[in-house]
């Protein structure tokens, strides 16, 4: 299970947001882009259908901005994942397909 790195989009956003990945279904890598329009701890973690972590994908202090963040699944079984991002008060969860 690998991340990469995080890409900055230098334009500050007005609300959080988490979009969906793209591509879903995906095989092995997808791209997880979200928005923070301060400055905050953002964590986004993988979840398989029971609920278990399978992945910490960022949990670090970032700028407000506009950000990706790179999933590998290459090491998991195909079928649904949940991801979810929380970042001051903001929690969102959104389901992402591996297919295999």
Known sequence: LTTTGTEENKEIPHTFSLSQNYPNPFNPNTIIKYQIPDRCIANIKVYDE???????????????????????????????????????????????????
């Open 50 to 100: 029971l609920g278990r972590v399978v992945a910490e994908l960022i949990n670090e202090e970032k700028a407000a901005g506009g950000y990706e963040v790179k999933f590998d699944g290459k090491n998991l079984s195909s079928g649904v994942y949940y991801y979810q991002l929380r970042a001051g008060s903001f929690i969102e969860t959104k389901k992402l397909v591996l297919l295999k």
